[in-house]
């Protein structure tokens, strides 16, 4: 089969209001993984998914689909069409999908969103903390208080909150995956704040995994480069926005469903039983992260 060619910059540029909408992009961000064929490894499984409704969210909840399991997807009351379209592509491949709207940054919604996703499933096998703010500035005075808080609160806390609620009902065997970020490993000049919530992410990973070592529950993460999702063109000037990943060793940015796979992987016993704590970069060819 040959080799998918992958939208590259520079792109038209365009930006969009907070929170972002995959359906507004141009060109849409690529999550269907039309190449890739489910063999069953998340047979019979839950997971839950912040940030499910678009970008990686999205394409994570369509490959755990196709490999069999339930999905619970979290996000916010904006983006109800883009959960809505994820729903469908769920459901094509023949799985259950609820959506549960809210607000991770609030710990009591956190509660609520477990308690509902285990009313429907009476079962929570893998929780991806997914869900993100990110907004650029030039300098460190640019950065208020309030926004300071508000991506503290959604990167960091949130997964917190979720990973808390989650492990009163996750037994033996089953995983929590955390999406961080290459600005986590190296930092970023222009995302001073959502850079160090990254970072934290990556210790969060480690020491949970280390936690929860004894309850045979794995904790790893994926730490993408520049990917082609909303969060662009909602946190930097539109003609940045065009040419995002261009600097990049491919040339472009990842798609959605380029780091998907990666989310397959740590969910599966039969991949990666043996690994717990890890961080997984998706960088399109980088090689001196970390």
């Given at each position: 089969m040959a080799t998918k060619t992958r939208p590259t910059p520079p792109f038209e540029p365009q930006a969009q209001q907070k929170p972002g909408l995959d359906s507004k992009m141009k060109p849409k961000p690529e999550y269907e993984a039309k190449g890739y064929h489910g063999s069953g490894k998340l047979s019979g499984k839950a997971a839950l998914i912040s940030g499910g409704d678009s970008g990686i969210g999205r394409a994570v909840a369509v490959l755990y689909a196709r490999e069999g399991a339930d999905v619970g997807?979290?996000?916010?009351?904006?983006?109800?069409?883009?959960?809505?379209?994820?729903?469908?592509?769920?459901?094509k491949e023949g799985r259950k999908a609820l959506l549960i709207p809210g607000d991770v940054t609030d710990s009591k919604f956190c509660d609520h969103a477990v308690e509902t996703f285990m009313k429907e499933f009476a079962k929570l096998d893998i929780l991806v903390n997914n869900a993100a703010y990110q907004q650029t500035h030039e300098t460190i005075d640019e950065i208020t208080d309030e926004e300071w808080e508000t991506t503290f609160r959604t990167n960091i806390f949130g997964y917190f909150y979720l990973a808390r609620?989650?492990?009163?009902?996750?037994?033996?065997?089953?995983?929590?995956?955390?999406?961080?970020?290459?600005?986590?490993?190296?930092?970023?000049?222009?995302?001073?704040?959502?850079?160090?919530?990254?970072?934290?992410?990556?210790?969060?990973?480690?020491?949970?995994?280390?936690?929860?070592?004894?309850?045979?529950?794995?904790?790893?993460?994926?730490?993408?480069?520049?990917?082609?999702?909303?969060?662009?063109?909602?946190?930097?000037p539109a003609e940045k926005t065009a040419e995002h990943g261009q600097k990049s060793p491919m040339g472009r940015p990842g798609q959605p469903d380029e780091v998907s796979p990666a989310f397959v992987f740590f969910a599966s016993d039969v991949d990666s039983a043996y690994i717990s704590g890890e961080v997984l970069g998706i960088l399109g060819g980088q090689t001196k992260a970390g």
């Open positions: 997807i979290i996000y916010l009351p904006a983006e109800q069409s883009d959960a809505e379209t994820t729903k469908k592509a769920v459901e609620a989650a492990l009163a009902h996750m037994k033996e065997g089953s995983c929590i995956i955390n999406t961080g970020s290459i600005t986590g490993l190296e930092g970023s000049k222009n995302l001073l704040d959502y850079a160090s919530t990254k970072g934290a992410i990556h210790a969060f990973t480690k020491s949970l995994a280390q936690n929860l070592t004894e309850r045979k529950i794995r904790v790893n993460c994926v730490a993408p480069g520049p990917i082609w999702t909303p969060l662009q063109p909602v946190s930097k």
